[in-house]
């Protein structure tokens, strides 16, 4: 079992639709990432979290330490949203949270 | 543009061969991660410098080593390559203090396919 798992592995959807990935893992954490992935392989970083819940623009990342899972939200969904979203759990505190252990990614369709 | 330059952006070798990639961060960042994404194994963390020294070590080969030199820039070394290194590697900087800011800046990756 992959200590990062993220559902559904893929997605469609229509322009304006609300969007939610999920990410769950089974280790001890001390911080989850969110990542986006575009057609042209580049990586940029959406959110760090530790706890709670951050908002960035269209996009909202909640985080349940005690359940273990973290929720990535996109609202009011756009074609330029197609992309791979890949969830990513810190094991270290401090110094070294870029030792990344990655789930396989959520691969998003926005259809116009 | 997250200020992160890799090279080369793509790169054809044989197997056996040696290949030498290159990262420059974000000016300031003293942190540099290796990844390697490949179809079957997705992305893995290789290795981690900070300021010159190795911090972190994930799950690099013994036929890769890394280094990261007094102007920051970072450099991955593959050996004795095989047709599974065939990949996407990427590395990414952070600032110091970058456990209060949370973001890591990805460069655009160098693609190697070994045949």
């Known amino acids: 079992k992959n200590e990062v798992e993220q559902s559904p592995q893929n997605l469609t959807a229509q322009e304006g639709e609300f969007i939610t990935i999920n990410c769950s893992y089974s280790?001890?954490?001390?911080?989850l990432h969110w990542l986006q992935q575009h057609p042209g392989g580049g990586i940029v970083s959406l959110f760090m979290l530790s706890s709670g819940k951050k908002k960035h623009g269209r996009l909202i990342a909640t985080i349940n330490i005690q359940e273990k899972h973290s929720s990535l939200h996109i609202t009011a969904s756009h074609p330029r949203d197609s992309a791979v979203y890949i969830c990513?759990?810190?094991?270290?505190?401090?110094?070294?949270?870029?030792?990344?252990?990655f789930g396989k990614g959520t691969k998003l369709s926005v259809k116009p | 543009d997250s200020g992160v330059t890799q090279t080369p952006k793509h790169l054809i070798t044989a197997t056996g061969q040696r290949v030498t990639l290159r990262c420059s961060p974000r000016s300031g960042d003293l942190s540099v991660y290796w990844y390697q994404q490949s179809l079957d194994q997705g992305l893995q963390f290789l290795i981690q410098y900070y300021n010159g020294e190795e911090r972190a070590k994930g799950n690099i080969l013994e036929r890769f080593s890394a280094q990261q030199f007094p102007d920051l820039h970072s450099e991955l070394n593959l050996s004795s390559l095989e047709l599974g290194d065939s990949a996407l590697y990427f590395c990414?900087?952070?600032?110091?203090?970058?456990?209060?800011?949370?973001?890591?800046?990805f460069g655009e990756g160098s693609r190697l396919t070994v045949l």
């Open positions: 280790v001890g954490i001390s911080a």
């Open positions: 990414a900087s952070s600032p110091e203090g970058w456990a209060n800011t949370g973001e890591l800046f």
């Open positions: 990513a759990v810190s094991l270290n505190y401090g110094g070294s949270q870029g030792n990344l252990i």
